[in-house]
Structure formats: C-alpha cells, structure tokens
C-alpha cells in the first residue's frame, strides 16, 4: 500500500479535488431520502402544491449536483490513477534494464513480463476504483446510519447490528484472499513463459509436430491457473451471499417493525420509505467497501511484486578506481586469472523476494546452459598439458569458466570456439559486464571493467548475440537502433554487412519494415542486419556470437575481409561454431567445460591440440 501511495501522493491535488467532490457528491445523494421523507410527512399534508413544485425542485437539483460531481470526480481519479501507473511502468521497464544478469536470472523473464502488464493493471485498477469508492462507501455506511438515528432510534439500531457484522467479514475475507491473489500472479508468470516459448520456437513445434504435446503442457499450466483463480474467486465471493442475506433479514425486520411502529403512532410513513431507501445506502457501501478490499487485496499482491524489481539495489554498479584492480598489461583487453561460476554470482538465496516457482525453473533452465567446469589450471599459449590435480566442484555451484586468461591488443583478433556450453558466451557476458568474476581480473584499456560507468563501457562495444532480436521497425532503424548514425553511415554498414544488396531490391528500400523477430527475413538476412547494426557505430570492441552460423561461407568469407581491411583498430572477437570463421585470427581460444585446452594461432593450435584438430578435420574434410 505503501508503495501505491508514494506515486499517487506526486498526483496529491488531482487525488484531493477526486475526492472532495465525492465527498460533496455522496453527502448530497445521502440527503435525497431525508428531503423524501419530508416531503411525504411534512409538505404533502399541507395539500400546497407550490412547496411540493418546490422541494421536487430541490430533489432534482440535489440529483444533478451528485451526477456532475461523481462524474467529475471519476474523471479526476482516471487521470490520476493513469498518471501514478505510467511512472510505475516506467520505472519499472527502467529498473529491469538496468537488472544485473544475475537478478535477471533470479527474476525470469515471463515474471517480468507479467509484473508489467497485469501486476500493473491490478494496481491501476485499485488507484482508479480506489479513490472514488474509498471515499463514497465509508460516507455511505456511516452517513447512512448517523442520519437514519436521527429519524428513529428504534429502526436505526438495526442497521446498527447488520452493518458491523458484514463489514468485519469483509475485512477478514479480504486479507484471505491477498496470499491467494499471490498465486494467482505466479500462475500467470507460468503462462506467459509457456507461451513466450512457444511463441518464439513455434517453427519447431510445428516440424517436430509438437503441437499437442504442448497443448497439454500449457493445458496443465492453464489448470493450475484456474483453479487458484477458482479458490481466489470463491472466497473473495463469500461476502455477497452473507450480505444478501444480512440485507434481507435487515429490510424483514424494518418492514414488520416499521409497520408496527406506524400502526402505533410512533412512527411516521415517510420514516419507513427513508429507512428502505438508506438500507439500501448501506448495503452499497459495505459492497463498495468489499469490491475496495478485494481490489485492494489483488494490488496488495502484484504492488509487492512490481516493489521487488524496483527496490533492487543497480547491478554492478561501478565501484571507486581505489577499490579496482590494477594491471600493467599495456593490452586492451586483459583476462586476468578470471573464474566464473553461475551459482555464486547469482547472489545469496533470499537476495529476491516473491520469486515463483516458474522464476526459479527458468533460472535453473539457464544456468543449465553452462556445464559444471572444474577448477583447473590457467592454460597458456599453445599448452595442453593437465595438472594432474582432480577437478574441484562446490556442492550446488555450477561452473562455467576455470581460470581464464588471456591478452589482446588493441586492432587485434581472437577466435573462440568450443563445444555447446563449454563456456564461450559467458566470455562475452564478462567481458560486457554483465555479470562480475567470481574470481579474477578483466581490464579494458588498462582499466578494471567494474570502475567504467556501463553506458560508458557498453559503448565501447558493437555487439551480436546469439538469437539476437530484430525489432519492429524499418531497417534502418534496426541498423541506427537510436544512436543518430547518418543514411551513409547505414549504408556503408549494410554495404560492409553484406546486407546491402538484398534491402535495396526492397520497393522501400531501408524503409522495409522488418515483421517481429525478423520472421520476415531468412537467418542469414537476419544475421547481416545485426552485424550492421554492430558495425555502424565503428565499435571500439566487435564482438561476433556466432553471428555467422547462417551465412554461406563465400558471405562469410568477405565479411571477414571486409573486417579486417575496413575496421583495422577496431579489437574484434569472433566466437563461433566453424574453424573457418575464425582461423584466420591473431589468437584463438579452445574451451573445453569451462577449460582452456588450447590456446594460441590456427597453426600452433593445430600442432598442440589434438580436439582443435579433429574439429578442423571434421569440418574441412581433410584427411588426417
């Protein structure tokens, strides 16, 4: 609640003016009956038809006066309801950017997602519905009770009795319901993962005729969902039978005691007619009280869902130069003795609270990217010796890179390559600081990667990714991707991207607007796009992730040339799948399960070691 308030207090002259005029509205809808009850016991005995003209005067405009400042009122809370949750949004698309890797892992992707779309909703609809009805029902409820003893004691003390009860259920029933409206949250984290996968490899469902397999997968998901909402949905409900049923006990009770009390004398016609009337009052307000209370009760939940995001301390915020490391490498970029593994550097359990069940398997399905790597030695140029020592793995941490080292200088190139998992991307994520060592150096430009600013340090860098995305936009805005690169600029990208040849057989050229994900494009033209987009900044660093793997090896072959006549002081690093790619390069690096097993030019590589040279035989087809 907390949370909710610290926005909607930045809108605090909207949210006043909301609610004094629900204030003055609901006071003028509770004095219609009362100006009823006159007329019928006061004015109609008289037989003066200019007082009843009048007070039917009086009724209307009461009536319109509640119309106008309800509806006004309204407005006011959309506007700033509306206005608290974009900055809640956008505060919270901010904030996951700006994750770690590591809280990015413990989060999952799917949970932030729906923490965007309907944990947000659940908030605006309570910042919304909450300003108007927070005010309105409580008025309605006491308003209605003070103004009806003040008719007759007797009746009132039945209201009394039936408006307490209901609202203590409702209370109780509401913080019931915060826990369950939890898990709900988590249940929709496990749709949108079900669905994002399918959504993104549904070209492998379908070739793999998978469809049914994976409508059962998301048919048990979606069961789980529904019933949760179910439970959810029921006890949430438990208040409006109990309230039917205290309503018509209530207006049972006032129709037969009214009724004697008018047969008595002591009371009179008009009294009844009010009394129902402002029964009615009540009863909506203990319901508004109770829709307030189930609104708030799912807010509660998905507020304290979006807070977690938010309240995450920067990841890897950079630390004073005092507190770096320092080197004497006159290299650009230096490995020094780096160790990393995936279990540590994710953080302590209990670092991130309200994580699901669904968070915590795609966590685990990422880290199983990477397989347990032992702790061995620091391989050097062109060795492939072991330590004899045995592999050294901590009990449920995983390992992804061993004691990496390595130097490169400035313009210069290195070739990663290795078995799926051994390690090569989470060079990368290093090297970008994405995550921290858990032991060891990495130093750009004679400085420790954990003192540059990330915008300064990721600036540095042209980079592809594996299943790297293409956007929704034109091609060149793919290529620019906002960084104000000039039409020549994009083109002589596109051109030494090879890209250029297929978008200008485009009718619009590079206005084409690529379809999400690039599903209108092949991989290759995918591919060539995102080296584009890397290139067209002229990168200090290029960093190249298997971003060939669709590329004919003639394409290939020229954007490598291309590379290297065109960006000579550009420090280029290739990690790739095929030795063609990168045998070319000053220094290349064998990964072997987070080992380096070879290290050193194609030739010394293919003299010390034996699995570089199976992989270089396998793939040319050369005999040995």
């Known amino acids: 609640m907390k949370f909710m308030l610290s926005y909607l207090k930045r809108y605090r002259w909207l949210v006043a003016a909301c609610m004094s005029l629900k204030l003055l509205g609901t006071i003028l809808e509770l004095l219609i009956p009362y100006v009823l009850e006159y007329m019928i016991d006061e004015v109609a005995p008289t037989k003066q038809m200019s007082l009843v003209l009048?007070?039917?005067?009086?009724?209307?405009?009461?009536a319109a006066l509640t119309r106008l400042t309800n509806v006004t009122a309204n407005r006011l809370s959309v506007k700033s309801a509306k206005s608290a949750t974009y900055e809640i949004r956008r505060d919270l698309f901010w904030h996951s950017l700006n994750l770690s890797g590591s809280q990015t892992d413990k989060f999952g992707l799917p949970s932030l997602t729906s923490r965007m779309t309907s944990d947000s909703y659940n908030v605006q609809s309570f910042l919304q519905s909450g300003q108007a009805l927070g005010v309105r029902a409580p008025i309605m409820l006491v308003g209605g009770i003070v103004i009806t003893m003040t008719m007759d004691v007797g009746l009132s003390a039945i209201l009394c009795v039936m408006a307490p009860v209901m609202l203590v259920v409702t209370v109780a029933v509401s913080l019931w319901g915060i826990p369950l409206y939890d898990k709900v949250q988590q249940s929709v984290d496990e749709i949108v993962r079900i669905m994002r996968e399918n959504i993104t490899g549904i070209r492998v469902v379908k070739a793999l005729s998978k469809e049914d397999y994976e409508r059962r997968r998301f048919g048990a998901a979606n069961e789980t969902m529904t019933r949760r909402e179910r439970k959810a949905g029921v006890v949430m409900a438990l208040p409006g039978p109990l309230m039917t049923l205290a309503l018509n006990i209530g207006l049972t009770l006032v129709v037969v005691i009214g009724a004697i009390r008018v047969n008595n004398g002591v009371t009179k016609p008009g009294v009844i007619l009010a009394f129902l009337t402002y029964f009615n009052m009540?009863?909506?307000?203990?319901?508004?009280?109770?829709?307030?209370?189930?609104?708030?009760?799912?807010?509660?939940?998905?507020?304290?869902?979006?807070?977690?995001?938010?309240?995450?301390?920067?990841?890897?915020?950079a630390i004073p130069e005092e507190q770096a490391a320092y080197t004497d490498r006159e290299e650009f970029i230096v490995f020094d003795h780096v160790s990393f593994r995936y279990g540590e550097a994710s953080g302590k359990p209990g670092d991130i609270t309200q994580t699901s069940a669904a968070e915590t398997e795609d966590s685990e399905k990422m880290k199983q990217t990477e397989r347990l790597a032992s702790v061995g030695k620091s391989a050097g140029r062109a060795e492939n010796t072991s330590s004899g020592e045995e592999p050294t793995v901590h009990e449920g941490i995983q390992m992804s890179i061993s004691e990496l080292s390595f130097a490169m200088k400035k313009g210069g190139s290195l070739g990663i390559i290795g078995a799926t998992g051994c390690g090569k991307t989470t060079v990368i994520n290093l090297l970008m600081r994405f995550y921290d060592p858990t032991e060891g150096h990495i130093f750009v430009d004679g400085k420790d990667v954990r003192t540059y600013e990330k915008d300064d340090l990721r600036r540095k860098f042209g980079v592809v990714f594996q299943n790297d995305v293409i956007f929704a936009e034109s091609l060149a805005e793919n290529i620019d991707f906002g960084r104000s690169v000039d039409e020549e600029g994009i083109r002589t990208a596109a051109a030494n991207a090879r890209a250029q040849e297929f978008i200008e057989a485009y009718d619009d050229t590079y206005q084409h607007r690529a379809a999400i994900h690039g599903a209108n494009l092949s991989g290759g033209q995918r591919q060539r796009v995102l080296i584009a987009r890397a290139l067209a900044a002229h990168p200090e660093i290029l960093v190249l992730d298997d971003a060939s793997s669709a590329l004919d090896y003639k394409t290939d072959a020229a954007l490598r040339k291309v590379i290297r006549e065109e960006y000579r002081d550009t420090t280029t690093i290739v990690v790739a799948q095929r030795i063609s790619s990168i045998m070319s390069l000053d220094d290349i690096i064998m990964l072997d399960e987070g080992d380096v097993i070879g290290h050193g030019t194609h030739e010394e590589l293919m003299a010390s070691c034996p699995k570089y040279r199976e992989i270089y035989h396998t793939q040319m087809g050369e005999g040995r």
């Not at 009048?54 to 009461?62: D, I, P």
């Open 282 to 317: 009540i009863l909506m307000g203990v319901m508004g009280l109770n829709r307030v209370f189930m609104m708030l009760s799912k807010a509660t939940a998905s507020a304290k869902r979006i807070e977690a995001v938010i309240a995450q301390p920067e990841g890897l915020a």
């Open 54 to 62: 009048l007070w039917g005067a009086v009724m209307l405009a009461l």
